[in-house]
């Protein structure tokens, strides 16, 4: 299996060169050259997580060999889940919550991001690089969390991450500016996510600050969805929570399933598209946005119109005006056409917009939530289940409610839940008319009252943890203040 650029067709890199890599130089995406077909689903029945990984992952990367890949899904899924499943599908009336959020982040990106490193790592020395190597990353929130726990203190790599000073929750700013490890290094942005994904994107095509670097000695990839070794660890929960859906009888083999996914940088839904195109039986593809609903236009009327205002919402990791992996989704619907795509993407850079002509698959339903839509959802499911949704999630619940109503259609829905409610308390506090203080972990306490459970250890460590990153820069100095803290000068970032 070879890797594609959406936006060069002569060009074709192994899958560990495009793991090494991340974006290709001249911005374009890797993708793979084909969907390998699914083994019979009846065969997979029985896999754990950490088979049902090895077999996914084999098909997308045959360089590594079965020990490498082993090795690494046990390190991602055993040792750092702390022997918990790793994805549980939890039914509360009709929906099938996929829970994807029991990492050490509390997010669904730790289901990519623990295992990500040790396939970097192997890869590295495999292809000699000798270079130390720099993970530079913008956040909206999440990644950046799940990408420095995932690589702290791993040989040979650096792992910067950018994040926009207000558009995170305070939860997942204590996460980021507590970080331990030897080689993180965590810097307040003054800007907003997009800000912060262009500029870390500015970085990876300014070819003479790449070139100043190497001098230095290091050279950069990226932990963002732009790598494809985020996205296609991803597939896999989609295909385990179809087959749970079908051990516990509410779903036939091979009956199709609805899923629902809340949306940001269109990652987590485009691995679910890969998983269809694999042969895992999926009917429709919810696309749930929050009031940055962009894409809801997009599949609407093709207008992909980034000239608008970014709203800072409850579900900060969705609150993204430019959706990188869109142009993954664009290079499959128009066949590969990479003429095509690149023109939409320059136009998109120069005039903030482009227009899709192209035909959209019918599979995608697209909508969007707002905060009351949220609230209502959080406050709903609590009362009628006991059981808690973060904001993102209630995102997508509210879509595929208005999804079941305008279409009637019932079928089985998996619905992606992607962050822990633990890590957004004033919201879901706030939506369930609970008192709110102005204290964090007074919160915290209130909320694991209301599910009579415990507070995540994760979360409550937090408490006591010392604030070691406390850097802000403004947009123009990123590349700069990089250096910078590569070079040491993080005592004071
Ligand atoms: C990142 C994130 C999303 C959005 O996922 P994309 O892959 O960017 O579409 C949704 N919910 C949470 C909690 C996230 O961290």
Redesign the pocket.
């Known amino acids: 299996m070879n890797y594609l650029c959406t936006r060069d067709r002569k060009k074709k890199v192994s899958g560990m060169e495009a793991i090494i890599q991340g974006i290709s130089e001249d911005g374009g995406l890797y993708v793979p050259e084909y969907f390998p077909a699914l083994p019979k689903l009846q065969s997979l029945m029985d896999l754990s997580y950490e088979e049902l990984a090895l077999k996914i992952l084999k098909l997308y990367f045959e360089e590594y060999t079965e020990e490498e890949l082993k090795k690494a899904v046990s390190s991602a899924y055993g040792e750092k889940f702390h022997g918990k499943h790793p994805v549980e599908v939890v039914k509360k009336g009709e929906v099938h919550f996929l829970e994807l959020f029991h990492g050490p982040t509390l997010?669904?990106?730790d289901m990519a991001l623990t295992l990500l490193p040790h396939l970097l790592k192997t890869a590295l020395q495999k292809k000699g690089i000798q270079e130390e190597v720099v993970i530079l990353t913008a956040t909206?929130?999440?990644?950046g969390k799940a990408a420095l726990e995932g690589f702290r203190d791993v040989e040979g790599i650096q792992v910067v991450v950018f994040y926009p000073k207000t558009g995170v929750s305070d939860m997942q700013r204590l996460q980021m500016v507590t970080q331990e490890g030897r080689n993180t290094h965590v810097l307040a942005l003054e800007g907003n996510f997009d800000d912060a994904q262009n500029g870390v994107k500015k970085i990876f095509g300014d070819e003479d600050f790449r070139k100043e670097l190497k001098e230095k000695g290091y050279v950069l990839s990226s932990a963002n969805?732009i790598n494809i070794g985020r996205l296609i660890p991803q597939i896999v929960y989609y295909v385990y929570g179809y087959l749970r859906m079908v051990e516990s009888g509410d779903l036939r083999m091979e009956e199709k399933m609805n899923i629902a996914v809340?949306?940001?940088?269109?990652?987590?839904?485009l691995a679910a598209f890969y998983a269809k195109n694999m042969g895992l039986p999926m009917e429709k593809l919810l696309c749930a946005s929050n009031d940055n609903n962009i894409l809801t236009e997009f599949f609407l009327h093709g207008t992909y119109d980034t000239r608008r205002n970014l709203f800072l919402t409850s579900s900060p990791?969705?609150d993204i005006l430019v959706s990188s992996n869109l142009e993954r989704f664009l290079h499959e619907v128009s066949g590969k056409d990479e003429d095509l795509v690149k023109r939409h993407m320059d136009s998109l850079k120069a005039e903030g917009l482009f227009q899709w002509n192209g035909a959209l698959p019918g599979d995608f339903y697209a909508e969007y939530a707002d905060e009351k839509d949220v609230s209502q959802c959080i406050e709903k499911v609590y009362k009628e289940e006991r059981y808690l949704m973060?904001p993102?999630t209630a995102v997508a619940y509210s879509v595929s409610e208005k999804y079941r109503k305008t279409t009637g259609d019932l079928k089985p829905l998996l619905l992606a839940s992607?962050?822990s409610p633990f890590k957004f308390p004033h919201k879901v506090l706030t939506s369930l008319g609970a008192p709110v203080s102005e204290d964090l972990f007074e919160n915290i306490e209130a909320l694991a009252m209301l599910l009579d459970g415990e507070v995540p250890t994760e979360i409550s460590d937090l408490k006591i943890k010392p604030i070691l990153h406390k850097r802000v820069t403004s947009l123009d100095a990123m590349a700069e203040v990089l250096l910078d803290a590569l070079s040491g000068g993080e005592m004071n970032d």
Do not use: C, L, R
């Not at 909206?140 to 990644?143: E, I, Q, R, W, Y």
């Open positions: 997010a669904f990106k909206s929130g999440d990644t969805s809340p949306t940001g940088n269109f990652g987590n839904i990791s969705m973060d993102h992607t962050a």
